[in-house]
């Protein structure tokens, strides 16, 4: 099942998911994939709630950037600063795909490849098929060959998120990486996990670059061990999430952020409700 959260700005979208992210691995289902929590801080005094820069928000604390929580490590790095902080000191780039598309935001193409890595790493620990033998990926939509996350950040992704050494997913087969021999030479059974992309907006959804790896994953649908996904996206770009991906997954739900949407993902699981939980 594929899962589209999609909401307004500041309606909760990624809090409520940091959430559902941590009940689900309380419950021994794991979430791979991006989180992207907002940057805050207070606002200055005198701030009379007229004129703000776009992106900034609404309320008593003003928005600065977006970060990337990469999942399931928990690794954070700063991904967005906010376009007018970024040229005020120097930092925007008129050549960045951010820019192009005038985004409120600037987004360094280091970012973007190093969340565009993270998930080529994901792709190859499911579908190692997919990578050429000397370990480049190969993109679903271009078949051409993409960044080698181990070359560009030799430091960061030598071991794929469950532990095991980056080389052994060139080397062994897609049934018997998501299949590892248990106890008695019989199969193990697969762990289900959960695709986390938080988010795709204007830069994937309508100019086709950004988080183009994240792209590939979500059109390529279920895989074994991957049976669910959920993706974020602004409210006015469902429509055409749900028709880019829907026919992969034979069909999407869309969701908003609360107690409905929580309880729909986890009984995906086969989980039983935070209110099953608790009175039975």
């Known amino acids: 099942m594929l899962f589209i959260l999609t909401g307004d700005v500041q309606s909760g979208k990624t809090r409520w998911l940091e959430r559902l992210v941590a009940e689900l691995a309380a419950d021994g289902v794991e979430s791979r994939g991006v989180l992207a929590p907002g940057v805050w801080r207070p606002r200055a005094d005198g701030d009379d709630g007229g004129l703000r820069p776009p992106g900034s928000g609404e309320g008593a604390y003003e928005k600065l950037g977006i970060d990337n929580v990469l999942l399931p490590q928990g690794e954070r790095l700063r991904f967005a600063r906010r376009r007018d902080l970024a040229e005020r000191d120097g930092q925007l780039n008129p050549a960045s795909q951010s820019a192009a598309a005038q985004l409120a935001w600037e987004i360094p193409g280091e970012s973007l490849a190093r969340v565009n890595a993270h998930f080529e790493m994901l792709a190859k620990s499911t579908l190692p098929e997919q990578w050429t033998s000397d370990g480049a990926a190969v993109s679903t939509r271009s078949g051409q060959r993409a ?27 897609r049934e018997t990486f998501v299949r590892e021999e248990g106890e008695g030479g019989a199969p193990a059974p697969v762990r289900p996990w959960l695709l986390v992309v938080d988010e795709l907006g204007r830069l994937e959804l309508e100019r086709g670059c950004g988080l183009t790896a994240a792209l590939d994953l979500v059109e390529r649908g279920p895989v074994p061990g991957c049976p669910h996904a959920l993706v974020v996206v602004r409210a006015r770009l469902r429509d055409r999430a749900e028709e880019r991906f829907a026919a992969a997954w034979g069909g ?19 989980l039983a409700s935070l209110i099953d939980n608790e009175y039975h």
């Not at 999407?252 to 086969?270: I, K, M, N, S, Y």
């Open 147 to 173: 960044p080698n996350a181990a070359v560009n950040f030799p430091h960061s992704e030598k071991r794929l998120p469950d532990g095991r050494p980056f080389e052994k997913a060139a080397s062994v087969s």
């Open 252 to 270: 999407c739900e869309a969701l908003a952020p609360g107690d409905g949407a929580r309880t729909a993902v986890r009984r995906a699981f086969g």
